[in-house]
């Protein structure tokens, strides 16, 4: 093995050992954690996990998330499907300005946005349900989704285009039946993107929601404070948030890199 | 060639009406905002730049938007050259690429809050596991609820450990498009590694560096729950960054005019940056 | 400048090769000579490209040697071999001008500036880049980028060897022909050993005094263009040089002659080898459409500016004849007469007839 190997273990020991961590507590009792360190558990337990499986709060709580995490995934990609394919095979007046807006919607601080969220929600009777934090992480992952897609959509040549309509394709048949299967792979990573930072982000998820759509980081933070501080449900709970994205992870991680590496700044 | 073709707005149509909806309206509440007076009773009057000009004058803007500078510099400085290191030792191909990957972009994985939290319960001084090893193995005091350095030392370690990944993979998804043929003509020319770095894959990586750089410019300006939930800001407002102080402004004591005036000011400023930055870096290209 | 000798040289990609197949080069003797212009032509995939790799030294050889004027270099790095190498994609240092490109190799090896300038100049000069030193490489159009790599090996002037590998895959037909007179013209200029590695016949046999052709990792045959179109060793070779490519009949031997389709068929010398699988291989150049001989039947003429290939269908055998007169219509009977002197017998693909003296 040669010493530079050593770099990228190195790194990977320093991700692992919090998470570690995370998941030595949630094995831990309440007792074992607060009555001092302990490097393994000494006295394993499922009592937190039991905790959140039985609970309706606490797993309503994952479904909330995978509910409008999905929807905003099928939105964003819908969307942003023709909208790349514009920009990647016309131009037509500010297209440029246009894609530029898109981008810089990403940074518009959550902070910022928050309470006028909450209000515009309200004011169209949206508010505390999947749809809504569906439709609000649009506003940075349908930029992102965009910007992938068109990326992959430009290595594809506009002759694939030509011949289909020379073969008497239209145009919708032509997008749904040879389009969106030539850039499956594209569509594959932009679908991750979307997953991944609807499934990050709190602050737009906890603002818009209530009781009926409280996402499982929301039920987190309640949960904590209301009953004392209850460290193993807690870690229990973070484990378990780390598995969608550990899943969704596996199954691209050969596309990973070259989803970044494709699209245009 | 693209084809001119004005049918291109329809396509456009829909992402257009989404973002505009969630972008243009909150905007236009927060513009509304920034300029009116309320004293409560949905009664507003009109301020003009009024609050523009208290908060560009306040003390405690200046002081958190000096955080937030120092936060960002730091984390930049630290992120990047790691990053671009870390690509540059992982292997090129094989099972192990994957290995790597997965486990590095773990932690972009993990929603914020929950980074937040992973932290904390890992820096307890006496039961977690960092703090345990600082205070009673290497006999430093270690505390972040008391230290100021501490909360600091721990909310850019904890960033580091959350966003170097992007980074990495970025770079190496520019390393990897280097064909090997460059490699093998650096070799026939006699040049060195660093030579190699600096010529062809320095340059062959700038792009996607360009990307890195903005996104953590953008993410770490903006970045709110991950110390909200390790520090809540503290101890006293030493790690309050702009948007801990503007929620604060905001909803804990409710003065509208003067969190609409920050935003604004605050947006236009990342604007700004990110612009500047991108215009330099992308001034050499035809 | 040397002369490189390769000694019975064998390479695999796998740990532990067993059998032939496991060897991406068979074994290979070969010298060539200080100041020579080499070509190696074979199709994708027969083992050109290792070649190449493992003279330059990014590939040390699973087996044999690797020598230069005679001194083993098989375990050197490139960059102690002084050789140089033009890749198919240029390659050039993006961020650099043109002048910092062409000095590049001679920085490195810590070369005074007073004469890296004079070098730079006068290699620019000879490769007509003169006016372009002060602007970035990445500006310039693939023909003068590839020029730039050139360079980079030219500049050099301890270079043993100058190696091309496919250099005008990515440049325009007419700019390609342009280049390769420049190459030729530099090669009689400064007399450095080049070695060109290409496909593409034309290119091999316009550029190179002796070319040498590859199949499956093993050298076929090693002569001037004109050996190689005149008397191939081996079927491949008449097969991939010409154009058509040599007919390959196969034929019966019997008491020292040989029947095509059950006609005997006049061979250029006596038959010198035996095997399982034996052929005739006549090029369409030699192939008359006469009063007599073998019938056939025309399946299709094709126009090719100053002759006309004629297609013709022995039995199942497909045989081509070239003729400059006017082509018979397709369908039409014809007989076809075979050149005896350029008729020649092949066992299992080798050649198997010996020239009368």
Redesign the interface.
Known sequence: MRP?????IL??L?????????VA?SFKTTNE??G??S?FPQEWTFASYRTIFTDPTWYWGYINSIIYVSLNTV?SL???L??A?????????G?KH?FFW?L??????????????F??YSAVGLFDTHLAVA??H??FN??LA?WILEGFMSGVPKELDETAYVDGYSFPRFFIRIFVPTIKAGIGVAAFFCF?FS?????LAKTLTAVEAKP??AV??RT?SSAGYE?GL??A??VL??I???I???FV??Y??????L?R? | MKTENQRGWLFVLPVLILVAFNALVPLMTVVNYSVQETFGDNLFFWHGVGWFEDVLRSDRFHAALGRQALFTFTILLIEVPLGVAIALAMPRKGFWVSVCLVLMALPLLIPWNVVGAMWNIFTLPDIGLLGYFMNHVLGIDYNMTQSPLAAWVTIIVMDVWHWTSLVVLLAYAGLISIPEAYYQAAKIDGASNWAVFRYIQLPKMKRVLTIAVLLRFMDSFNIYTEPFVLTGGGPGNSTTLLSIDLVKVALGQFDLGIAAAMSLIYFAFTLLVSWLFYTIMTRNEQ | MAKITLDKLRHSYLPNPAGPDDFALKQIDLDWTDGGAYALLGPSGCGKTTLLNIISGLLTPSHGRVLFDGQDVTHLPPDRRNIAQVFQFPVIYDTMTVYDNLAFPLRNRGVDEARVDARVREIAAMLELEDRLAMRASNLSPDNKQKISMGRGLVREDVNVIMFDEPLTVIDPELKWRLRSKLKELHQRIAVTMIYVTHDQTEALTFADQVVVMQLGEVVQIGTPVELFERPQHTFVGHFIGSPGMNILPVEVDGGVARFAGHAVQLEGPIVRQGDRTEIGVRPEYVRLADSGIPATVRKAADIGRYTVVETMVGDHVVNAITDRLPPAPGARVFLHFEPSQTRLYADGWIATEVWK
């Open positions: 530079r190997a050593l770099i990228p790194y990977i320093f991700l692992l050992l919090p998470i570690y961590w995370l507590m954690i607060l001092g360190f490097l939105i819908l969307a942003a023709p909208a394919y514009a920009f990647s095979r016309f131009r037509f007046l297209d246009l898109l810089t919607n990403r940074m518009a601080p959550a902070a910022v946005f928050a309470l006028p969220f209000q515009l439709l609000a649009c506003l349908i930029p965009v991944m499934w990050v982000e709190l602050l499982i980081a987190m933070t904590a460290l807690l870690a709970a973070g948030t780390i969608p994205g550990a969704v992870i596996w991680r050969n990973i890199a070259k989803g970044f590496a699209g700044v």
